[in-house]
């Protein structure tokens, strides 16, 4: 049989990894400068733990997984006819207790949940693992991939927003990956439907509007006069979609627009608080079509895009008020945002932000030509290593060529090479292996040598 993948899965390959372990360290060191704590919650999660949380659309993307023990003949009659309900799209515990997590949001408000009464709050969280969705695999979407998110709950304050909108200009920054860091309100979003056809129509109001960027204005009004609106309502909304300028000229459009509501004017003036404190950064948009699709958010939501590249959004996220409270604990505030790491990845490669040296391993190779010769290398590799210099010794006396083209499939920059001659006369030759450029110096002054020639440093 020919081995394959599951679609929406991926191998990666070490050059490929090492990419990816760059921007994770990148976002994770500047998690840690902001004051976020490490958290890692289980890849399963109780099913009821998960739907209903991302709306109906999120339900149907869930993985369950089949309860174990399914085969024993005592379960085998009622399992049979439960799997007809499984099959319709429905949850059955006998059949189906536990599923793949869709994301870290929910899975943190339930760790926050179960431990609430231990957590310093506020408790700013970080979290880097997979999660799985049962979506149709394409670019920049896949079915398993992981997330980075950063968390702040216990705490209304703006503050944490603004500082979640400066963490993604700062992550943005380090990549050197030119961005738009793009905020909203849910509270704006609400009063929109409430002046419109009322607040029960937020959901599919919010849902055609979050379409401008992909259908353009007239078939969007187009949607909305299928969706119930009238002439009056379209003129509404088609106002608040156009309204341009800078950040401060929009917010005082919008504030007008929406003079007779007290829950647009308190979103406008969250939003003002957020952008006030984060600075005059032209990083930052006010994005009146931004919507985001998860239930749970209501108020600030940002969203990430990748400037000069065809890619969906890198990056998003939102404060919800009170998403504890689906388990249990009432009045718990959070805000938070996540980054697509799979995404990030296209997109950086698809501009060649990738310098050459992210993918290099090993730093030198000691070549190996013979057993007297490699253990003198390998006693010199183990100093490279404890002066934190990554080394490696090619396993095998082989010919020379092969260890060559060892070394040049691993990027590998620079070789060193021992052999009777050298040991006779206490010497090391040390080969840049892309110019042919060799040195012969003493063994004594070969680490003198790798950092004043090769800017190798000694982190030992």
Wanted: proline content about 3%.
């Amino acid at each position: 049989m020919k081995p394959i993948l599951p679609q929406g899965t991926r191998d990666f390959k070490p050059e490929v990894l090492r990419r990816r372990h760059f921007i994770i360290n990148t976002i994770r060191n500047l998690f840690e400068l902001y004051g976020f704590e490490p958290l890692e919650t289980p890849a399963l999660e109780n099913v009821e733990t998960l739907l209903g949380k991302y709306g109906d659309e999120g339900d149907k993307l869930i993985f369950k997984i089949l309860n174990n023990g399914l085969d024993h003949p005592s379960k085998q009659e009622s399992a049979r006819s439960e799997f007809e309900k499984v099959i319709a799209g429905k949850t059955v515990s006998t059949i189906t207790e536990r599923a793949l997590r869709y994301d870290l949001t929910i899975p943190f408000a339930r760790f926050v949940a179960m431990n609430y009464h231990e957590l310093p709050m506020p408790f700013k969280r970080y979290q880097i693992q997979p999660v799985w969705r049962a979506d149709r695999p394409q670019k920049g979407r896949y079915r398993e991939f992981y997330q980075c998110d950063a968390d702040v709950a216990g705490t209304y304050s703006l503050q944490a927003d603004a500082e979640l909108a400066l963490l993604y200009r700062d992550v943005f920054r380090k990549l050197n990956l030119p961005v738009s860091v793009k905020l909203n309100n849910r509270k704006i979003l609400m009063a929109l439907a409430e002046l419109t056809t009322g607040a029960e129509s937020f959901r599919p109001v919010t849902t055609i509007i979050d379409k401008l960027d992909k259908i353009g204005i007239e078939k969007v009004k187009n949607e909305l006069i299928n969706a119930g609106l009238t002439d009056e309502h379209i003129q509404f909304v088609e106002k608040y979609l156009t309204i341009q300028g800078n950040i401060r000229e929009k917010i005082n459009s919008l504030k007008d627009l929406f003079k007779n509501s007290e829950t647009g004017l308190q979103g406008l003036n969250e939003l003002e608080t957020i952008f006030n404190l984060a600075g005059d950064d032209p990083v930052f948009d006010l994005d009146t079509t931004l919507a985001r699709g998860l239930d749970y958010y209501t108020g600030t939501i940002y969203e990430v895009k990748a400037l000069n590249v065809k890619m969906g959004s890198i990056g998003g996220g939102g404060r919800y008020d009170d998403l504890t409270g689906l388990f249990g604990v009432k009045g718990v505030p959070g805000t938070g945002i996540s980054f697509g790491i799979d995404r990030i990845y296209d997109v950086m490669e698809e501009l060649n932000l990738f310098t050459e040296n992210i993918s290099e391993s090993t730093q030198l190779i000691f070549f190996n030509l013979g057993k007297e010769e490699s253990q003198h290398a390998f006693s010199l590799m183990q100093e490279c290593r404890e002066k934190g210099i990554s080394s490696e010794l090619y396993y095998d006396s082989v010919k020379l060529e092969k260890q060559f083209k060892f070394a040049d499939k691993k990027k590998i920059p620079y070789a060193v090479i021992i052999g009777s001659r050298e040991i006779s006369d206490g010497m090391v030759k040390i080969k840049e292996l892309k110019s042919g450029e060799e040195q012969t110096v003493k063994r004594n002054d070969f680490f003198s040598l790798l950092e004043k020639k090769y800017n190798f440093k000694d982190h030992s």
